[in-house]
């Protein structure tokens, strides 16, 4: 029996050849897309914020899970704008609301986000303002981290050996978070989207050598 026409010609034959799909879509989505780099550097800042912050698991668990359903958002939505302009090849007023509505999804999912981590950081204020040691080096490390976390992300040219720099300078900056940070968890998730960021100029590399 032969398969109907709208398959792909190769199926996911295993568990890894799928995941190695969904995390190729992933990276296509933070190359290609502005909004998603900016998610990644906020997630990163929430991300070094909850490590020198001692919290609760209940107020983790919230962040964990604001982050990753922006991200899930902002993927859902660019899916969403090349099924449109799969389908609609020329401008029409309805494409275009429909992918306005989706944008403005993200956007009340970010900003429900960022209201609930700046309540977190309220309720947690004493906390964070007992010692100003603490937010002093999370700044002189954070700030440095996140901008190079951008810098591999950015659209700009750069050589190979200008992103591998960049990428060696963010692993050891982070690195050196992990000596004092208050949740393994966190450090973890800061780790993994500085991961992506790196997949990402490998990427951009791929795409302008071929």
Known sequence: ????????????????????????????????????????????????????????????????????????????????????????????????LTKDIAAAGVLVLATGSMVIFAAILVHDADAIFRDLAVIQRQVVFGVPLTVLGGALMHESPKSKWLDGLFAVAALVTWAATTTWTESYVMSAMTFGLLVVCIATAIERQRLRAA
């Open 1 to 96: 029996m032969t398969k109907p026409p709208f398959l792909p010609k190769h199926q996911p034959t295993s568990f890894v050849q799928s995941l190695g799909y969904a995390w190729s879509g992933l990276i296509h989505t933070v190359v290609h897309q502005r909004n998603m780099r900016m998610h990644i550097i906020a997630g990163i800042l929430v991300g070094l914020v909850a490590s020198a912050v001692p919290l609760g698991l209940a107020e983790k668990a919230i962040l964990i899970f604001c982050v990753t359903l922006i991200f899930f958002a902002e993927m859902l939505n660019s899916a969403l704008e090349q099924l449109v302009d799969l389908a609609i090849q020329q401008f029409d007023e309805k494409a275009k």
